[in-house]
């Protein structure tokens, strides 16, 4: 499934909804598809594969959370915007934490919606330098298969936390400030939002790290971001 700009699956219970963003989506460039609820979008999940993921968070049946840890699981690859209309700090860490890559809240306009998509396209297609494997520790990551293992055994990222992964081994020894790092992987809009990189960093630890609590590849460089151990 290909079009212009990319293959999009919207996922939400209001058809209002749904038609709007289809229509604008399809005028944009983009291939759309319309999923009415969380078990409808993971089974059209299954059977083909998108470049991202509109999912709405308050649906009934499955609701837009659980779908998401699930839509992860299928499409591990896809990246996955969440839509709500709650916009606390807390909706966002658990959005972040099902899988998804970023997060909007009702009511949107276009302009924000599409550099959104773009910030999320951009990180799945970004070229990344030579050579296209790194290995630091038991840590190997292989950028042309967009696959890491440790010790051997490969590991489940999402898009987003391999991104996040890669940059930081690329940059082995070194700090990487907050801002460059969120500006480097979720665009320049985006250099103030610590908390999504907070969340996701927890999150890739609990993967790579013995004792996520004490870690011993990705650091904390205390009021100025992060390092990955030198080789």
């Not at 970004?126 to 051997?152: C, E, F, N, Q, Y």
């Not at 990222?157 to 969120?182: N, Q």
Request: aromatic share 6%; hydrophobic share 35%; charged share 30%.
């Amino acid at each position: 499934m290909t079009g212009s700009n990319g293959s999009i699956l919207i996922v939400d219970d209001d058809p209002g909804i749904r038609r709007a963003l289809g229509s604008t989506l399809t005028a944009l460039g983009y291939k759309t598809d319309e999923a009415t609820s969380g078990e409808d979008g993971i089974e059209m999940a299954r059977r083909r594969q998108y470049d991202v993921i509109l999912l709405d968070v308050n649906m009934p049946g499955k609701g837009g959370l659980e779908a998401c840890r699930d839509l992860r699981r299928e499409s591990p690859n896809a990246g996955i915007l969440m839509i709500t209309v709650r916009d606390s700090e807390d909706d966002k860490v658990e959005a972040l934490e099902a899988g998804a890559d970023d997060f909007i809240t009702k009511p949107f306009v276009i302009p924000e919606l599409m550099a959104r998509l773009r910030a999320i396209q951009r990180g799945r297609t970004t070229v990344t330098p030579k050579p296209d494997r790194t290995v630091i520790g038991a840590i190997s990551l292989d950028r042309s298969h967009r696959a890491v293992a440790k010790s051997g055994k490969l590991l489940h990222l999402t898009p987003k936390e391999f991104d996040v992964l890669e940059y930081l081994m690329s940059h082995a020894g070194a700090p990487v400030r907050h801002e460059d790092l969120l500006r480097a992987i979720w665009g320049p809009d985006y250099s103030g939002e610590v908390e999504y990189l907070r969340t996701l960093v927890r999150q890739l630890r609990k993967k790579i790290e013995d004792s996520p609590a004490e870690p011993t590849y990705l650091t904390t460089d205390a009021f100025f971001g992060y390092r990955f151990r030198a080789e």
